[in-house]
């Protein structure tokens, strides 16, 4: 699988859980997380120094704090 096959098939499945749950897909190409409910005005993996009002659903924040975690634990076994 290549990258873009990666990113193609994410936004399939941004696009099916936007559908399934009657919202507005999430557009962000730098947020890697299917379940994402903050719509076009993601802020995920952007810098807080962006001029444009941004946000962080709550099932995007938990999914970074998992991830962050893994880094950490990966991190310690190394």
């Not at 936004?11 to 859980?17: Q, T, V």
Request: with cysteine; net charge positive.
């Amino acid at each position: 699988m290549t990258v873009d096959d990666g990113i193609s098939t994410l936004k399939a499945a941004k696009l099916a859980f936007a559908k399934e749950n009657s919202i507005e897909p999430c557009t962000n190409d730098k947020c890697g997380f299917s379940g994402c409910t903050c719509g076009k005005k993601c802020g995920c993996n952007i810098p807080a120094s962006s001029t444009v009002v941004l946000e962080l659903c709550d099932p995007c924040a938990k999914f970074k704090r998992e991830k962050e975690e893994e880094k950490k634990y990966k991190a310690r076994e190394a």
